[in-house]
Nanobody
Framework: QVQLVESGGGLVQAGGSLRLSCAAS????????MNWYRQAPGKQRELVAA???????NYADSVKGRFTISRDSAKNTVYLQMNSLKPDDTSVYYC???????????????WGQGTQVTVSS
């Protein structure tokens, strides 16, 4: 099995910063991408930042220039550095990973448990 464990959420004032981490462990042959999504109450889950293996990171327009996604491949860990936070960034943030578990096997999508980020005005 595969597990994604997130950390780093919390309460911060507008203009502040937070860094989220997500570590993947378990039966992993390769990771095709590690991404961050968020979901606010009453809204659909949306892609915040994507980090495809061998490709360039891409971001939602609402976070461009403020958030940075990065990955430590040796640790199977993805980070989301969030700067200049706004109250509209308040959401539960979810880590997502596209993982191949065996050579030549299919790609599976895994999700973390979510971490709450609250930005006060």
């Amino acid at each position: 099995q595969v597990q994604l464990v997130e950390s780093g959420g919390g309460l911060v004032q507008a203009g502040g910063s937070l860094r989220l981490s997500c570590a993947a462990s378990g039966n992993i042959f390769s990771i095709n991408a590690m991404n961050w999504y968020r979901q606010a109450p009453g809204k659909q889950r949306e892609l915040v930042a994507a980090n495809p293996s061998g490709g360039s990171a891409n971001y939602a327009d609402s976070v461009k220039g403020r958030f940075t996604i990065s990955r430590d491949s040796a640790k199977n860990t993805v980070y989301l550095q969030m700067n200049s936070l706004k109250p509209d960034d308040t959401s539960v943030y979810y880590c997502n990973a596209l993982i191949v578990r065996t050579i030549g096997g299919p790609v599976f999508s895994y999700w973390g448990q979510g971490t709450q980020v609250t930005v006060s005005s």
